[in-house]
């Protein structure tokens, strides 16, 4: 009896409205302070309101004027990009500095027929990409990472501003490495084609003597053929170009370091 009784007195506890739900229902916290909780959040993009939240009993809350928010999908960063408002999906929480992200996709349909006379069909192509986003604090403003960006935020821990700065030296480099590979490269190409431009020339003008002077004597020797490849700055370029990928590689590991330093620094 002692048993049914306790286990009454919890159900009807538990039944009241608030008590032991916080845990299970999604929230947006709002730039006022207010944390609204409800049984869903849903990020809608419509086409005559733009983007908005919505939640339980139809209500939309505007991107402005949240500061983040958790639904099914996650937890999300409201913030603004080049003026306009979107959600960002938390990645990594930091005491300090947290990592966000975000996909954007571009559609481009193209026509095209197999063959003349047939109707042409279309053909849809999809790309995705991927942007990184930090947020310093639970109040910062959400911003694309950057070396500058991430500087600023950082301008109080020298340690972390150190792996920033060899992060931008490697940086610098691998575009220095693809800058001159691709113009050697192309220096490359433009030497291949003469060079070859004229080893056929020359090859057409013996053809021509050896033609002439084989109506006369038949024993005159035939034209060597031409040789044709590519010049050795195609090779030195495409080997800069590679090159670059060492130090571009390097710089996440920098960023990373200097997340983990300032993050774990109190």
């Known amino acids: ?34 944390t609204l909780h409800s049984t869903h959040v849903r ?3 419509s086409l005559t309101r733009g983007k908005y939240l919505l939640l339980d009993s139809n209500r939309r809350i505007p991107l402005d004027s949240a500061r ?9 960063a409201l913030g603004a990009i080049n003026g306009y408002y979107d959600a ?8 300090r500095i947290s990592l966000y992200s975000k996909c954007y996709y571009e559609t481009e349909t193209t026509w095209s027929s197999p063959a003349p006379g047939i109707p042409q069909t279309p053909t849809t192509i999809t790309t995705r990409e991927s942007a990184w986003f930090f947020r ?5 403003d959400v911003e694309r990472v950057t070396i500058h960006n991430l500087t600023n935020a950082m301008a109080d821990n020298p340690a972390s501003l150190a792996e ?12 220095g490495l693809f800058a001159a590979g691709t113009a050697t490269v192309i220096a490359g190409i433009i030497q291949t084609t003469q060079k070859n431009t004229d080893a056929y020339n020359n090859f057409k003008a013996e053809s021509a003597t050896w033609y002439n002077n084989s109506m006369t004597n ?19 370029g495409s080997a800069m170009a590679l090159t670059g990928l060492i130090p571009i590689c390097n710089v996440r590991k920098h960023l990373v370091r200097a997340l983990d330093i300032y993050n774990s620094t109190p």
């Open 164 to 175: 920033l700065k060899v992060a931008g030296v490697n940086l610098h480099v691998s575009i």
């Open 88 to 95: 960002f999906r938390l990645c990594d929480e930091g005491p």
């Open 218 to 236: 038949a024993n005159t020797p035939m034209p060597t053929l031409p040789h044709y490849g590519l010049s050795p700055l195609f090779y030195v």
């Open 136 to 140: 310093k604090g639970p109040y910062g």
């Open 43 to 45: 990020l809608v993009n």
């Open 1 to 34: 009896m002692k048993a049914l009784l306790i286990t009454l007195s919890l159900s009807t506890l538990f039944a009241l409205p608030g008590f032991g739900q916080s845990d299970t229902l999604y929230y947006v916290h709002l730039l006022d302070g207010t």
């Open 68 to 76: 983040d928010f958790k639904g099914c999908e996650g937890t999300f």
